[in-house]
């Protein structure tokens, strides 16, 4: 469901503490999924509400995660390209649960028609992802770059990756086929 401008609104409220919801309070780990969704919507300030969550985050650990999550959700196409290339060296994937969720945001529904670019970079870093990551990192890595894709050229894509690496391991394989079942059945309607 897309959150309205009154709903957006509203989540911005809580965030900045203006407002409360009666027998409900919010963790550190609520407002930070607040300010990542207020940002990957680009309400207005986004950017400095990404500043004053990482400023008022005390955790560190979760302030790190919220640092390596900030560029994917960069208005700055440039910035997200930068983000989905540091993937690229297996030092970047060492938190596998952070590069997911970055990933996650660089396909996000939102920016659909933006981040088709990322599809074949990501399919074509899928074995290195398996001999590097735990045995499930592929299936989530996968699913998170194909989650939001519904057009026929991403579609595309994934069909001439498969159709070009006829050596893909079979695991590999079904993998990138579960992925894409949604994108194929979206396309086929």
Known sequence: MVPTRDGLSFLERIWRREEKIEG???AETDELDMALNLAVREVPGWHQILTAQRDRTQNPDRKARFEFVMPALS???AVREQAFARFADVRNRSHE?????SLRYLNHPLR???????VRPALDLLREIQQTGDIFFPKRWTDATLISQRSPEAAAIVRQFLAAHPELPQRLRWVVLNAADDLFRAVKN
């Open 97 to 101: 649960t952070w590069v997911l969720e």
């Open 24 to 26: 409900l309070t919010f």
């Open 112 to 118: 659909e028609p933006q981040s088709r670019k990322f």
């Open 75 to 77: 208005a700055d196409p």
